[in-house]
């Protein structure tokens, strides 16, 4: 549609007649909203100049919706440091803290991060938003995963279904010759891999890695706290991996110790240049100390200003003032802090900010805990269904377990012991499904069901050798003898109909840990009259190819088909997948790792959960071993009260131990229990271990309590994308560059049906080699009505709908829109006036707001958009302030009046305030100068410490080898390898003072006349 001016204001050409007395007339749409009709002498063509100058003092204004565009345009052309991309560009619901590790990892120089957020809280999310920042910046190439094997399947949903991400799971053998190859291809390609930890650790894998290091931009690392112990071939692994890589996450959900050498060995893997030395490390932690103190203080109000000053000077005291001499931020803080109180308490999110960036692993290390987050979360309401056996069910059970004791105790092979332990759950799982299992070939062999046992007792190689087990007479016989008889499903269905009386209509997951145990299930219910979907590890899943992904089809059916109230699931099968809308769960049977229960009800019990309780319905068989765990390593923990947080590494090793005691030898009911309690106590001790050093870290390392108080700032300050303006962005691109396309909102969901024309879908098609998204948009289209696409701008939406196709900021039709106003600038008007409604933070009066864009060169370039905001006097405000005026301007405002425009003052007053800028612009400069140098001096105390300790280390070898007369060839190694490394050193030193020095330049990219009334 042409747009023309008149008389200073922007309109668009609605309609044209005549001629008229030789002239034609049009009829022009202002901005204001009003339509006038004006004789084509009156009107120009609209010339949307890059001189931003010429046309604010010729008063050439545009509206709101023209300076969102401008500035839409300007943060998807260049990547801005002070825009979150991620915010609004992935399928998931918005929860503050999970953009924390974001914020955190934006303010790390080294950008490694350790991930340590108690279970349940989204680490997975958390990694993907900082991959999605990452792409967005142009900081993305080549990606690697790496986690346990049983998270591969979810890491590689993940990332497609929520992020748009293509991730391929490679095999040992596939990642050592995607490595072989990579030099011969010119490096990896847009490399997304996952790997699994195991296949990792292989020797042919480390051996590649070692000879030809992957060139990742990205490295994260699942499940972290498998590499905590140095002397691993894990350990070993991820360290070749993570050396070079110039980004790493490292997630883990266990508490971080502080008390042992923990923390220092996954930070050594993480950050090796910084953590190289354990003294060093427990140096760093002992300084850092008053200034988490300090965090913590820095919170109260009013300002305990005294107490805050005693924790500063105790960590800069001694040998800490290496650590923060002559340093920015500890200066500011206490320029705050001796002020008066009044001004003081002006400042105090500031001074909070400061102390934060004093904090010595604050840019490493981040933890969020449940009850950091949810306060009122929903409450556990477990309720026990014992169960009394017929005398034959007892029988069965009896034979079965002595069966396996046999078995266990013979120190067999590990696949006859695998197999023996897989024989024992199934029995107690399920009788009848066991039952069938066992007769049907009169031997017992780990087939397909042993991928669902428990992961404690997994054993690849173990299952792959395929050993059976010849069962015993007893066994048999007892089975013979069950007939149809089959106690716990009949207490199953008492319990559904309980639940139909007290809560009718409502979703239902049962859990069992056997794939025949479900189909047993499956068919039962079925024959009652219930209709049931079922996911396990035979359940194919394929996020990327909607006509395989069979795991997917049955969960959309379980959540929106009202007559499916009941999923089967397995662990395996429910892996990475969150049920906050179903609140009641079924264990049909009782795995005895506890965390595999928790794992259960984490499904459940999450972010999000929409009720106030979770019902968890716990069926047991009196006289087994299962019942007898329940009753006291259950009940001793509380499992079923509270959440346990991540005991995996204890209860892994405990779990093992009572199975061994319990299985290995024929004990009595009395002995059992005696086993078990002790089993109960000990994990109980642990647990309160585990709460103290949790205390003692939040001591040691801190917690950032002022991260929405950031990001709530950057959402009201313009510095995020918002979906409305990339709508009429788009909008706009398609009614200027293809016509034959167009896109119709549907009726209040937020979803948009995009109506292809030829000349769209070729030039999508043009950009499937720069873009894989661009498969995916083609392969969605063909299954649709032909030429069209349902999509949404809006994340919330995508997330309810994941049929929709989120255009967000990456999306390759957004990629064609910035092309063309890159290569037709002239269509975005970078001057506007508007009314915004005046509030406590932005009184009643004029102002005039100057957009720059900020280029930062400090070893690398940088760029940002900073809004400078004058008042009616002529006053620059502060940047809180031009924040704020800023946000409303592109969110909250509307078409204004032009006032009476004279272009020389108008000049005038720009050059007065562009003078203004340059100086704030200088004043910046310095800033920036004094923060980067003093995270450089914290760097290079860091790197001088380790430094003077290895040197006389080295040094001491040297004089005693001298002393005692060693072999020359021995010396001049010793006295080679400390050249070296005072070389090392100095190079090193040279190139993070190289850091320090920080350049700015600024360019007028838009201007906006504010009116707040």
């Not at 313009?718 to 409305?724: F, K, L, P, S, T």
Request: with cysteine.
């Amino acid at each position: 549609m042409q747009r023309v001016s008149h008389r200073a204001q922007v309109g668009e050409v609605a309609a044209v007649h005549g001629p008229m007395h030789d002239e034609y007339w049009y009829s022009v749409r202002l901005q204001t909203g009003s339509t006038i009709k004006e004789p084509q002498s009156a009107l120009t063509a609209f010339k949307a100049a890059t001189d931003v100058q010429g046309l604010f003092t010729s008063g050439s204004f545009g509206g709101p919706a023209d300076l969102a565009r401008r500035t839409t345009y300007l943060k998807l052309e260049q990547p801005l440091e002070n825009t979150l991309y991620s915010l609004g560009a992935s399928r998931v619901e918005f929860y503050p803290h999970q953009y924390k590790p974001l914020l955190r990892f934006l303010d790390s120089e080294a950008q490694r991060l350790l991930i340590a957020d108690e279970v349940g809280l989204g680490k997975t999310i958390e990694a993907g938003l900082i991959l999605v920042e990452l792409r967005a910046r142009g900081q993305l190439r080549n990606v690697l995963v790496t986690c346990p094997a049983a998270l591969v399947t979810k890491w590689q949903e993940e990332m497609w279904t929520r992020f748009d991400e293509e991730f391929r799971v490679y095999t040992a053998g596939e990642f050592h010759t995607a490595l072989r190859e990579a030099p011969e291809r010119g490096g990896l390609q847009r490399f997304r891999g996952i790997i699994s930890l195991p296949s990792l650790r292989q020797d042919r894998v480390r051996e590649i890695v070692a000879a030809y290091p992957p060139d990742l931009d990205l490295l994260i690392v699942d499940e972290a706290h498998h590499i905590r112990n140095a002397d691993t071939l894990t350990h070993e692994a991820v360290a070749l991996v993570s050396a070079g890589v110039p980004a790493a996450l490292f997630l883990t959900a266990t508490p971080i110790h502080l008390g042992n050498r923990d923390l220092y060995n996954l930070l050594a893997v993480l950050d090796p240049g910084r953590f190289d030395d354990l003294t060093t490390f427990n140096d760093v932690l002992h300084y850092n100390a008053p200034i988490v103190e300090a965090e913590r203080l820095a919170r109260i109000r009013p300002l305990p200003t005294d107490e805050i000053l005693k924790r500063l000077d105790a960590a800069e005291g001694g040998s800490g003032r290496r650590f923060f001499q002559n340093n920015y931020y500890l200066g500011e803080a206490r320029r705050i802090l001796e002020a008066p109180t009044a001004e003081a308490e002006k400042e105090a999110y500031r001074l909070e900010r400061l102390i934060q960036r004093l904090n010595l692993l604050n840019d490493v290390v981040t933890r969020t805990r449940k009850r950091d987050v949810i306060s009122d979360g929903a409450q556990r309401a477990p309720k026990v269904f014992p169960i009394d056996p017929t005398p034959e069910e007892e029988a069965f059970y009896e034979a079965v377990t002595g069966f396996v004791r046999d078995q266990h105790g013979g120190h067999g092979s590990s696949a006859a012991t695998l197999a023996a332990i897989t024989a024992q759950r199934q029995v107690a799982s399920c009788m009848q499904a066991a039952k069938a299992h066992f007769l049907e070939r009169a031997r017992y062999a780990l087939g397909a069901e042993a991928s669902d046992l428990e992961q404690e007792w997994w054993d690849g190689r173990a299952a792959e050798d395929g050993e059976e087990l010849p069962l015993n007479t007893a066994v048999i016989h007892a089975a013979r003898a069950l007939g149809d008889a089959d106690t716990k499903f009949d207490t199953l269905l008492k319990v559904l109909a309980k639940l139909d009386e007290e809560e009718p209509g409502r979703k239902i997951i049962i859990f069992a840990y056997f794939k025949p145990t479900l189909a047993y299930l499956e068919r039962r219910l079925t024959e009652q009259g219930y209709s049931t979907v079922r996911i396990d590890g035979s359940v194919r899943s394929h996020p990327n190819d909607p006509t395989k992904d069979e795991r997917g089809r049955a969960i959309r059916q379980f959540k929106n088909d009202p007559d499916v109230r009941i999923l089967l699931s397995s662990e395996v099968g429910s892996e990475g997948l969150d049920f906050q809308f179903c609140h009641i769960l079924v264990n049909y049977d009782l795995p005895w790792n506890p965390m595999r229960v928790e794992q259960r009800i984490g499904r459940l019990d999450r972010l999000g959960q929409e009720a106030d309780r979770i019902l968890i319905m716990n069926l047991s068989t009196r006289g087994t071993i299962e019942h007898r765990i329940l009753s006291r390593l259950y009940s001793r923990i509380g499992i079923f009260r509270r959440s346990l947080g991540d005991l995996e590494a204890i209860l892994g090793d405990e779990i093992r131990e009572l199975t061994r005691d319990l299985l290995s030898r024929h004990l009595t009911p009395a002995e059992e229990e005696e086993r078990i309690e002790r089993a109960a106590r000990a994990v109980e001790a642990r647990h309160l271990d585990l709460e103290r050093l949790e205390q003692e870290s939040e001591r040691l390392v801190g917690r950032d309590m002022g991260f929405e108080q950031r990001l709530q700032r950057a959402r009201r300050g313009g510095e995020i994308i918002d979906h409305d303006d990339l709508q009429r962005l788009f909008s706009e691109y398609l009614e200027a560059q293809h016509p034959d396309s167009r896109l119709e909102a549907a009726a209040f969901d937020g979803s948009w049906t995009l109506r292809l024309g030829s000349s769209l879908e070729t030039a999508l098609r043009k950009r499937v080699h720069r873009d894989p998204l661009v498969l995916r948009t083609l392969h969605r289209m063909d299954q649709r009505p032909a030429g069209s696409l349902r999509v949404t701008f809006n994340p919330q939406v995508a997330f309810s709908d994941s049929t929709l196709e989120l255009l967000a900021s990456h999306h390759p039709l957004m990629a064609l829109a910035v092309d063309y106003y890159r290569q037709f600038p002239e269509q975005l008007h970078p001057v506007a006036s508007m009314r915004v409604e005046a509030s406590d933070e932005l009184t009643a009066g004029h102002y005039l707001l100057l957009l720059h864009n900020l280029t930062i060169r400090s070893g690398r370039e940088r760029h940002r958009l900073q809004p400078y905001l004058f008042d009616e006097r002529f006053e620059l405000l502060d940047r809180d302030t031009a924040s704020i005026a800023f946000g409303k301007a592109l969110r909250e405002s509307e078409q204004a009046s032009i006032p009476e425009w004279n272009a020389e003052d108008a000049a005038a007053l720009l050059a007065q305030a562009e003078e203004e800028c340059l100086k704030a612009v200088a004043t910046e400069q310095q800033e920036m100068r004094a923060r980067q140098s003093a995270t450089v001096q914290t760097r290079l105390a860091t790197l001088r410490t380790t430094y003077d300790r290895r040197r006389t280390d080295k040094r001491r070898r040297l004089r005693d080898a001298q002393e005692t007369g060693a072999d020359p060839r021995y010396l001049r190694l010793l006295e080679g390898t400390l050249r070296n490394m005072e070389a090392e050193h100095e190079a090193r030193v040279a190139e993070i003072e190289m850091e320090a020095d920080v350049s700015l330049s600024s360019e007028l990219v838009a201007i906006a006349l504010i009116e707040a009334s």
